[in-house]
């Protein structure tokens, strides 16, 4: 029963937003009450001098931006909480969505004042495709943003989702004052505190309770109720199987920023959210409590402590016991590796561990051996599915500027790009690095890591192509005719698979029409199954 025991106590979630929607600040809370930082910091602050847990890269501090998934690990009233704190720009949506694969539900927030936005929509797309059970959170409500009920309808018509308040607002703007619990059915009342745990002013689930009218005011205190009524019969109610099953989601309101709602939500969380699912692979599926340990790679970061220049790739455990020191099966590799140095993380902050079970997230330091979407066993051949690479539609060359430092800058652009911060691809002659791109900005973190990280200066020269896509023929004969005759559009992964670079789709077109065995692929892992 242990390993039931240690499954059934994770939780293991991701907390995906549009940007500027307070995701880091509300990670930053939940830390906070956890108990895992005794300070929070803000992304964006004069006053504030600690900058946000979850933003430890140099850039990320400078830009006030995520762009980068922190992972952060801590117990909270004897459950072992895991969270996946991702970039929210559209530029990095890539490292989300790979993220989204080793997660078991998440949390959206949703800025009150613009409601629902661009991000939002793809990032609910990616969880409806999942099937992943979602919580939302809507923020800000201390400033003067949407009515909740025209929120709420918003959310159910743009995300195609049923919503359950979980909570109420008190008022809004400048005459919000906290929130009612729905689920406990009292009202808790805190000061408003940017950096530490709020003091509780007021707890009661008495309605008629005299220090409420006087705190909240009766005419806010009157709409109030009104609402909470009208609430109730207009949305759905809670069953815990369709959140599970990713058609409702449970809806709480608040301000991250003062605490408001945060101590709410993380509370309900963690009575409802599921633990671990089974993960699919290729050959099976896998259910947490198989005996063997599985797990697979979703994300990779270079130097998360420059003065190691260590490499980390994060695994998600998803069945069985992982042992520290233990010999395990890499896949791809066909070899047995032993791990001496795994730990878990509060952004760049390490604790090293001895085991992990289905739902955790642990780093092994590595070498160069492990790439996104490998998998570890104990003997048995399995290949999960759902990490791939996606088809980049921006593409340019990396050209060294100091050949001095060409070693730095070789070990620096495989580093990065194997993080899957972007592509590398290799055209000959000349041994040309070509990076894809789902967005301009990964192009400047690029050239900021390398030059801070590595020490290694660059200029990044734009190319004329719109997309790369990783091909796969029918027929032999035609395909070494085309790589022939394409040869000036052909360029290498990192696994050596071809990949065409096209100028127009309307390229793309004239190739399928005269190659009929011709196949494009728009992900690697696309690419890997047919091969296979």
């Known amino acids: 029963?242990?390993?039931?025991?240690?499954?059934?106590?994770?939780?293991?979630?991701?907390?995906?937003?549009?940007?500027?929607a307070g995701k880091t600040t509300l990670t930053e809370k939940l830390l906070l009450y956890g108990g895992a930082i005794g300070v929070a910091g803000a992304v964006r602050s004069n006053k504030i001098r600690k900058t946000a847990t979850s933003d430890f890269l140099e850039i990320e501090k400078q830009r006030g931006i995520s762009v980068a998934t922190s992972v952060l690990t801590f117990d909270y009233e004897g459950m072992k909480i895991n969270i996946l704190d991702t970039p929210g720009h559209k530029d990095f949506?890539?490292?989300?969505?790979?993220?989204?694969?080793?997660?078991?539900?998440?949390?959206?927030?949703?800025?009150?004042?613009?409601?629902?936005?661009?991000?939002?929509?793809?990032?609910?797309?990616?969880?409806?495709?999942?099937?992943?059970?979602?919580?939302?959170?809507?923020?800000?409500?201390?400033?003067?943003?949407?009515?909740?009920?025209?929120?709420?309808?918003?959310?159910?018509?743009?995300?195609?989702?049923?919503?359950?308040?979980?909570?109420?607002?008190?008022?809004?703007?400048?005459?919000?004052?906290?929130?009612?619990?729905?689920?406990?059915?009292?009202?808790?009342?805190?000061?408003?505190?940017?950096?530490?745990?709020?003091?509780?002013?007021?707890?009661?689930?008495?309605?008629?309770?005299?220090?409420?009218?006087?705190?909240?005011?009766?005419?806010?205190?009157?709409?109030?109720?009104?609402?909470i009524g009208l609430a109730s019969e207009l949305f759905e109610t809670f069953h815990k199987n369709l959140y599970r099953e990713g058609y409702l989601a449970p809806l709480f309101f608040?301000?991250?920023?003062?605490?408001?709602?945060?101590?709410?939500?993380?509370?309900?969380?963690?009575?409802?959210?599921?633990?671990?699912?089974?993960?699919?692979?290729?050959?099976?599926?896998?259910?947490?409590?198989?005996?063997?340990?599985?797990?697979?790679?979703?994300?990779?970061?270079?130097?998360?402590?420059?003065?190691?220049?260590?490499?980390?790739?994060?695994?998600?455990?998803?069945?069985?016991?992982?042992?520290?020191?233990?010999?395990?099966?890499?896949?791809?590799?066909?070899?047995?590796?032993?791990?001496?140095?795994?730990?878990?993380?509060?952004?760049?902050?390490?604790?090293?561990?001895?085991?992990?079970?289905?739902?955790?997230?642990?780093?092994?330091?590595?070498?160069?051996?492990?790439?996104?979407?490998?998998?570890?066993?104990?003997?048995?051949?399995?290949?999960?599915?759902?990490?791939?690479?996606?088809?980049?539609?921006?593409?340019?060359?990396v050209i060294n500027i100091d050949h001095s430092k060409s070693k730095q800058l070789e070990k620096g652009v495989r580093q990065l790009t194997d993080e899957g911060l972007a592509q590398l691809f290799l055209q000959q002659p000349g041994?040309?690095?070509?990076?894809?791109?789902?967005?301009?900005?990964?192009?400047?973190?690029?050239?900021f890591r390398l030059e801070h990280e590595y020490g290694a200066k660059c200029e990044i020269q734009s190319l004329p192509y719109v997309k790369a896509l990783w091909i796969t023929f029918g027929d032999n004969k035609e395909f070494n005719e085309f790589l022939a005759r394409k040869a000036a559009f052909i360029a290498y992964d990192k696994e050596n698979a071809p990949v065409f670079l096209a100028e127009s789709e309307w390229i793309i077109k004239i190739i399928q029409d005269t190659y009929p065995s011709v196949e494009f692929h728009n992900t690697s892992e696309s690419y890997r199954i047919t091969e296979k």
Request: glycine share 6%; charged share 30%.
């Open 93 to 227: 949506a890539e490292d989300t969505y790979r993220t989204l694969t080793a997660v078991d539900s998440v949390i959206l927030v949703v800025d009150s004042v613009k409601g629902v936005e661009e991000q939002t929509r793809k990032l609910m797309e990616v969880c409806r495709m999942r099937a992943t059970p979602v919580m939302i959170f809507i923020n800000k409500m201390d400033r003067e943003g949407k009515d909740p009920f025209d929120l709420l309808e918003e959310l159910e018509e743009e995300l195609k989702i049923a919503a359950c308040p979980f909570t109420w607002p008190i008022g809004k703007g400048s005459q919000f004052k906290g929130v009612y619990n729905l689920f406990r059915d009292n009202i808790q009342l805190y000061t408003p505190e940017k950096s530490n745990i709020s003091e509780i002013l007021i707890n009661t689930g008495d309605k008629e309770n005299p220090e409420l009218k006087e705190f909240i005011g009766p005419e806010i205190l009157s709409r109030l109720w009104d609402e």
């Open 431 to 447: 041994n040309k690095k070509i990076i894809g791109t789902v967005g301009e900005l990964q192009f400047d973190v690029i050239k």
């Open 254 to 397: 608040g301000s991250a920023l003062n605490n408001f709602g945060v101590l709410e939500l993380l509370e309900t969380f963690i009575e409802i959210a599921p633990f671990p699912k089974e993960s699919e692979a290729h050959e099976r599926i896998v259910k947490p409590a198989d005996p063997d340990f599985t797990g697979f790679i979703f994300k990779i970061h270079a130097n998360l402590d420059p003065n190691h220049r260590n490499r980390i790739a994060f695994i998600r455990v998803c069945s069985g016991r992982f042992e520290r020191n233990k010999l395990y099966y890499h896949t791809r590799l066909n070899k047995k590796m032993r791990f001496s140095s795994s730990a878990t993380f509060l952004a760049n902050a390490k604790t090293t561990v001895d085991e992990a079970y289905p739902g955790d997230v642990i780093g092994l330091y590595d070498t160069g051996n492990l790439k996104i979407g490998d998998t570890l066993t104990e003997g048995e051949v399995l290949h999960f599915k759902g990490v791939p690479n996606f088809s980049p539609e921006i593409l340019k060359e």
């Open 1 to 20: 029963m242990g390993i039931i025991n240690e499954i059934e106590r994770r939780r293991t979630f991701a907390i995906i937003s549009h940007p500027d």
